[in-house]
């Protein structure tokens, strides 16, 4: 079994369905999930735990994949959505058991207000910050650099809309091509029209989260070390540094 097939089989245990209809509807999110704990075992620190604020937890598929790639890192999990997180707390018991998983059911930019400055180690997220409109995407900005330490890492794998509009908008109709395949095919119609009028918010011109743009706004918010690791169509892993 390749480690890809041990990966598929062991979400599939834990997450089920969800883990599932992402991989076909998404593939690219499945990916990046992986890339971001990737990233947050990277930052490991020998005999030190890790702390890990993961925003936008949903129904647990990223905040699975850190648990599992960083064995010492402790993670809080917000998310103000409370079906999924409620999915995410019965999937996951078994870290919350053993002390390594918290949850907030807080919106993200409450929850990091409510932390000490210099407080964590890595502010994780997939799939989230392109949910938030532009103001209020730059105040979590600013205040996920308050609560990192020094040093500390912001890792997020996202929706980062490339600076080349028409390279994007056929990314884009790419990827609706496949969400009629795939939900077409299923006969989930309700589905499809839920991705829809998403992607409709997505692209909307005071929720777009144009790369350029995200970069400057990291920039005023502090950061430094800003990096693109991969992208991979309209989806790219970025990093940077306290």
Not at 83 to 105: C, D, H, I, K, P
Not at 205 to 222: D, H, K, L, S
Request: aromatic share 8%; glycine share 6%.
């Amino acid at each position: 079994m390749t480690s890809t097939q041990q990966y598929d089989a062991m979400f599939s245990g834990i997450i089920g369905q969800d883990y599932q209809m992402l991989k076909l509807i998404c593939p690219y999110a499945i990916e990046m999930s992986r890339l971001v704990a990737e990233q947050v075992a990277g930052t490991q620190r020998p005999d030190t735990p890790l702390t890990v604020v993961e925003l936008g937890g949903g129904t647990g598929i990223t905040t699975l994949a850190i648990l599992i790639a960083a064995d010492n890192a402790n993670v809080l999990s917000v998310d103000n959505e409370p079906t999924m997180q409620n999915q995410a707390r019965q999937n996951l018991q078994e870290w919350s058991a053993q002390g390594r998983l918290r949850f907030s059911g807080a919106d993200a930019l409450t929850a990091l207000r409510n932390l000490a400055t210099a407080s964590i180690d890595v502010l994780a997220s997939a799939y989230t910050l392109h949910n938030f409109p532009a103001d209020y995407r730059i105040q979590v900005l600013q205040e996920a650099y308050r609560v990192l330490v020094p040093g500390g890492r912001f890792i997020n794998g996202d929706r980062y809309a490339l600076d080349d509009i028409v390279t994007h908008t056929r990314n884009t109709q790419h990827e609706v091509a496949g969400y009629f395949k795939v939900l077409t095919d299923m006969q989930r119609l309700d589905l499809l029209e839920h991705w829809i009028i998403h992607l409709f918010s997505d692209e909307s011109e005071n929720y777009i989260m144009r790369e350029a743009e995200a970069r400057r706004q990291m920039v005023a918010a502090g950061f430094q070390h800003i990096k693109i690791h991969q992208r991979l169509d309209v989806n790219a892993l970025l990093t940077a540094e306290k």
